[in-house]
């Protein structure tokens, strides 16, 4: 990270992070650290009223829609609502390979 530079949380953390250096990397090079939107878990977004849980979705909705916004492979399957239980046998016995999923009517 270059100095002064702002640092974005990608997700959810759950373990330590042993090789985070806070004096080396945090003061020295005054960095600001980020987190993302994330509605949910019963706290409001930090700029609640201006954005809540739906506008948020209508948000991300318009952009994909528009093609703004693209995540190749993040929705995976995507499939007809005849072949669900194909879909719920590969999370049953892969789910590493599900990440979100789709059914198309």
């Given at each position: 990270m270059r100095v002064g530079g702002t640092i974005c949380s990608a997700g959810f953390y759950q373990r330590e992070a042993h090789?985070?250096?806070?004096?080396r990397e945090w003061h020295?090079?005054?960095l600001t650290m980020i987190v993302p939107h994330g509605c949910g878990w019963g706290h409001p977004p930090?700029?609640?009223p201006l954005w809540d849980e739906q506008r948020a979705y209508d948000c991300l909705a318009s952009m994909m829609h528009q093609g703004k916004l693209n995540a190749p492979g993040l929705i995976q399957p995507i499939a007809r609502l005849q072949d669900m239980p194909e879909v719920?046998?590969?999370i049953r016995e892969a789910p590493d390979k599900v990440i979100k999923y789709a059914v198309r009517f």
């Amino acid at each position: 990270m270059r100095v002064g530079g702002t640092i974005c949380s990608a997700g959810f953390y759950q373990r330590e992070a042993h090789a985070l250096w806070l004096g080396r990397e945090w003061h020295h090079n005054r960095l600001t650290m980020i987190v993302p939107h994330g509605c949910g878990w019963g706290h409001p977004p930090r700029d609640y009223p201006l954005w809540d849980e739906q506008r948020a979705y209508d948000c991300l909705a318009s952009m994909m829609h528009q093609g703004k916004l693209n995540a190749p492979g993040l929705i995976q399957p995507i499939a007809r609502l005849q072949d669900m239980p194909e879909v719920f046998r590969l999370i049953r016995e892969a789910p590493d390979k599900v990440i979100k999923y789709a059914v198309r009517f």
